[in-house]
């Protein structure tokens, strides 16, 4: 299996699912920040660097409709959509004459609103300009949030992956009928589309978002 550190495109959101079941039981104090909760509906627009690698990610997140979509635009090359469904269905594809697809299932279905739940508060950074406040989770994301706004403004994960919040929209709808994959994505026949299974959220961290892309030959 490739490195997933050579592929930021396909690592956020496998880095973040495997999060979302390993909520900690930890209660915080009145003093302690805790982190707001994702808006049930938004878009983002993400800068991502590992290792010399540069990519532009729009991120939809759609809690009520079940739904979170990755538009991964890699430097000077593909680009690549991670669409996911709370059943645990995710399909990665492009939209180019290329007409590539693959489906995977997960047995656990896109984040919460509250996957930040339990999180151990780090303290005050300032980063990119801004004054946050830092929480880790399970040693696999440290989450900076603008002390005064409450918006996220930085993510980095164990492998050193950085994530850039250039833009967050809270109540940002993106239109129903750009939430659909491409025919090519569906029926037995095409060898350019196949269905496997993950059965944990670790293997949906690894397999997920961020494995897409290499799953399309990038």
Request: net charge negative; with cysteine; hydrophobic share 35%.
């Amino acid at each position: 299996m490739a490195s997933a550190t050579k592929h930021p495109a396909i690592l956020i959101v496998f880095l973040i699912h495997c999060l979302c079941l390993s909520r900690s039981s930890s209660k915080s104090t009145d003093l302690t920040p805790t982190p707001a909760p994702w808006p049930p509906q938004f878009y983002s627009l993400l800068y991502m660097n590992v290792n010399g690698s540069n990519q532009i990610i729009d991120l939809w997140y759609d809690w009520p409709k079940g739904r979170n979509l990755n538009i991964i635009q890699n430097q000077l090359g593909k680009r690549l959509y991670d669409l996911e469904w709370d059943n645990g269905t995710s399909f990665f594809y492009t939209l180019d004459s290329t007409q590539e697809c693959r489906t995977k299932h997960f047995e656990v279905g896109i984040l919460r609103p509250d996957w930040l739940d339990g999180a151990h508060y780090l303290g005050q950074r300032e980063v990119d300009g801004f004054l946050c406040n830092v929480w880790e989770k399970v040693d696999f994301i440290w989450y900076y949030e603008d002390v005064v706004t409450k918006r996220p403004v930085h993510w980095r994960f164990f492998n050193g992956m950085s994530a850039h919040v250039m833009t967050f929209k809270e109540g940002a709808v993106r239109e129903d009928e750009k939430w659909q994959a491409p025919v090519y994505c569906f029926g037995t026949t095409d060898p350019k589309a196949e269905t496997t299974s993950a059965g944990n959220p670790r293997e949906r961290m690894v397999d997920g978002v961020l494995r897409g892309s290499m799953s399309l030959s990038m």
